[in-house]
């Protein structure tokens, strides 16, 4: 596949004297490009974009395509009903669901979408070409699709809240990169952070914690109330904003770990009832959600059907990492179940309390994604893992024929630092060291099978917040690094970091364009290197 770009590339230099920095520097990098180059086509201050036809999701796509314009270029594009229009947009169902044919040429440029969101795509190429050539393009063809249908991102609001403004920066964020998964991890330990208006006491006192701790679990803390959470209505507008950026938003509402903040509102979810609190200090807790008693369960899945309700997304996250046994070893009415159940442990009290959920999602047309622990114990033929300790779990989930998102803390955690020698030079992280070169390497395919591969869903990135009270931190641990994963689920299977430090180098101008953070050591070392 590389060799067949690179001679398109070389084919195009050899036909039309484009020189080798003026090839198209798309990112991801599409499936094929020939940039012939012997005309070109200036896009004009009049310039209009038509539509196949009536279709609001198109309509919008185009729009957000001219308001981006405007603002990037500044030329102010109409959407248009019919041809004559310098942009025509149609709809090819002969091409895959998200690919997209895009051609520039001396009469006007033409998209052709699998659907609309393959429109949407070809219309973030044409703005990333924009960015490097300015108004006046050379001819030149693309065809494009993804290698993987599930392209993620994971945002924690839970450790740190982020405004609705800022959410929807993020989802355009992801939007620029193909990414089609916003993964929103809405409960935490140290914050709930989703009205449910059956109970609420979950935003009330779960949605504030009563200051937070300084550094890496200091002894010190800043004395300073911190909460915030998103009304139903603000999640709607999230949900819909995402949707017309044809991002699917994956809600995740953590159990049976990572409950404090839901202990503390409801204190009989826990297993003795006593004082909890929304927690200070940063790791993991014993306080979880009591796998013994019925109304554990019957509270979770009256959150779940408010979450349904406001989230289209197919899979609903629950959580299922990090949950310490402590107290369920303690827990008369945890113990009973395992007697009850014929558990051997509380592993497989685990696994029982993560069947029960998925048995629920099941019968409301969902499906179950968790965390790579809950393999541990035993799980269902239909749940899918996220791999986060390492690719081990996904790997294992893969042979027995479980789906799988690999998310490995290897190569996906975007909290790590970006430097060998972050100190003095990196904003405050969490430790570890993943470069963009390591983010840019993933395979997730790595030690699996041909017949083992299709389990393979996805690649996804991780920001966990712990240590980022801004979102311009965020924004500065997410970039440049999401644009490598980007390409590792658009573009599998023809990468090349050498082009990519060339194309990058073009995206960087749009994100200066829109004011993002981005983090510069991938672009210092280019430099160095030259
Ligand atoms: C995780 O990083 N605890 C999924
Ligand atoms: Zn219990």
């Not at 297993?271 to 979880?288: D, I, M, N």
Request: aromatic share 10%; hydrophobic share 40%.
């Amino acid at each position: 596949m590389k060799k067949l770009i690179l001679s398109a590339f070389a084919l195009a230099l050899a036909g039309t004297g484009l020189a080798a920095e003026e090839l198209p520097a798309i990112v991801p990098i599409p499936q094929k490009v020939v940039a012939d180059g012997t005309q070109t086509f200036t896009l004009t201050e009049s310039a209009r974009i038509s539509l196949p036809r009536a279709d609001k999701a198109l309509r919008r796509a185009a729009e957000i395509f001219a308001r981006t314009i405007a603002r990037e270029e500044n030329l102010q594009l109409k959407v248009v009903g019919k041809s004559p229009a310098e942009i025509r947009l149609a709809v090819d169902p002969s091409l895959g669901e998200e690919a997209y044919r895009l051609d520039i040429a001396a009469s006007g440029i033409d998209i052709r979408g699998g659907s609309p969101a393959g429109l949407f795509y070809g219309l973030q190429s044409l703005r990333q070409l924009l960015a490097q050539y300015g108004t006046t393009l050379p001819s030149l063809q693309v065809e494009d699709a993804p290698s993987f249908g599930y392209r993620g991102a994971m945002l924690d609001c839970g450790r740190h809240f982020f405004t609705v403004d800022e959410i929807k920066s993020f989802i355009d964020l992801l939007a620029l990169h193909k990414i089609n998964r916003f993964h929103w991890h809405l409960t935490e330990d140290q914050g709930w952070r989703i009205e449910i208006r059956r109970y609420p006491e979950l935003t009330r006192i779960g949605s504030q914690r009563a200051e937070t701790v300084l550094g890496n679990n200091s002894p010190v803390y800043d004395g300073t109330p911190y909460g915030g959470y998103y009304t139903q209505k603000q999640v709607r507008d999230v949900v819909a904003y995402a949707a017309e950026r044809f991002i699917v938003v994956v809600p995740e509402i953590e159990m049976p770990g990572h409950a404090s903040a839901a202990l503390a509102a409801y204190p009989f979810l826990g297993c003795t009832g006593e004082e909890y609190k929304v927690q200070t200090r940063w790791g993991v807790f014993p306080e979880v959600f009591c796998a013994g008693k019925e109304s554990t369960f019957e509270f979770l899945q009256n959150v779940l059907a408010e979450v349904i309700e406001l989230f289209p997304s197919e899979y609903i996250h629950v959580g299922g990492d990090e949950c310490p046994k402590q107290s369920w070893k303690v827990c008369p009415a945890c113990q009973q179940r395992i007697r009850d159940e014929h558990l051997k442990d509380e592993h497989e009290l685990q696994s029982y309390f993560v069947l029960r959920m998925e048995k629920w999602l099941n019968e409301h047309g969902r499906r179950l994604i968790g965390w790579d622990e809950i393999l541990e114990g035993g799980i269902s033929q239909s749940a899918t893992i996220m791999s986060w300790r390492g690719a081990t779990g996904g790997i294992a989930a893969a042979r027995a024929g479980n789906k799988v998102i690999m998310t490995p803390n290897t190569h996906c955690y975007l909290d790590y630092y970006q430097t060998e020698h972050p100190e003095g030079r990196e904003p405050w992280g969490i430790g570890g060291y993943i470069p963009v070169e390591k983010a840019y390497a993933l395979d997730p395919y790595d030690q699996l099978t041909d017949a083992e591969r299709p389990y393979i869903l996805g690649v996804q990135g991780n920001i966990w917040t712990e240590y980022m009270g801004s979102f311009a931190h965020v924004q500065h641990m997410a970039l440049p690094r999401l644009a490598a994963l980007a390409e590792v689920g658009w573009s599998y299977d023809r990468r090349d970091i050498g082009d990519f430090r060339r194309r990058m180098e073009h995206l960087r101008k749009i994100y200066r364009m829109c004011g993002y953070r981005y983090a510069p050591y991938f672009f210092e070392t280019a430099e160095a290197g030259k």
